[in-house]
């Protein structure tokens, strides 16, 4: 069971997995045992033993994903960031990032799934950085549906000129009638779950960007420019 959606094409960076297995006398040999048979692409950290009523996804309080948008190709950054150059305005992301607070119905912004009756999440916060080059959107919600992220960042980004984005971007989020654009997704990358080892509910609600930063420091790319609306 894993504590984070990653679709096709999707990275993680710190990725959380429980499993039920024998006793095993030795977690370092198992270890180095299973990161020698697992495809290139994936390494494994850390393992650990747990009681038998935690569980990988549901003991998170919170999920934390990341996108990366470039304005230029890079040879090193093609398969995990999305190159677009006509962005937004700053100022108007700003504002439709300020929006991803509180308990939201995405369904505007989901995969639809017929069997699913309710599409609600709660967001903790949502951010647009610029770190050199490169454009990240990061948000932290307690659920993440199908596609919800791509499809939060296609709808800031690939607004047709001469729309107001923010103001479509809340009316989406109130239930207007509106198929959000979806961003690619290899520029997508799950950062990790916050457990209530991390924080609190209550912490989260008022500095998720804090414990994002104690938690996962590199998922910052420290030091961070924050951007702040045009005047």
């Known amino acids: 069971m894993a504590s984070g959606r990653t679709d096709t094409g999707v990275h993680a960076m710190n990725q959380v997995l429980h499993c039920d297995i024998p006793h095993v006398s030795d977690l370092r040999d198992l270890h180095r045992s ?14 650990s033993t747990v009681s038998g009523l935690w569980d990988a996804r549901r003991s998170a309080i919170a999920r934390i994903y990341r996108y990366t948008i470039r304005s230029f190709p890079t040879a090193l950054h093609r398969f995990t960031t999305w190159v677009y150059g006509n962005v937004p305005r700053i100022s108007e992301l700003h504002k439709s990032a300020a929006l991803l607070r509180g308990r939201k119905d995405v369904r505007n912004f989901c995969r639809p799934e017929p069997q699913r009756d309710t599409f609600e999440t709660y967001f903790y ?3 647009w950085y610029t770190v050199g080059p490169e454009l990240h959107f990061i948000v932290c919600a307690t659920h993440f549906y199908h596609r919800l992220v791509r499809r939060l960042v296609g709808a800031q980004i690939l607004t047709i000129a001469g729309t107001d984005m923010p103001t479509m971007f809340k009316s989406a989020l109130a239930g207007s009638e509106y198929s959000a654009p979806s961003a690619p997704p290899h520029g997508l990358c799950f ?15 008022s500095s998720w960007i804090e414990v994002m930063s104690r938690r996962y420091p590199a998922a910052l790319n420290n030091p961070l420019r924050e951007i702040h609306p045009e005047p």
Do not use: F, K
Not at 34 to 47: G, K, W
């Open 191 to 205: 950062i990790g779950p916050i457990y209530e080892s991390d924080s609190t509910r209550r912490e989260l609600e």
């Open 34 to 47: 299973l990161n020698a048979v697992l495809p290139s692409d994936i390494s494994i950290r850390a393992i």
């Open 125 to 127: 916060g949502a951010r």
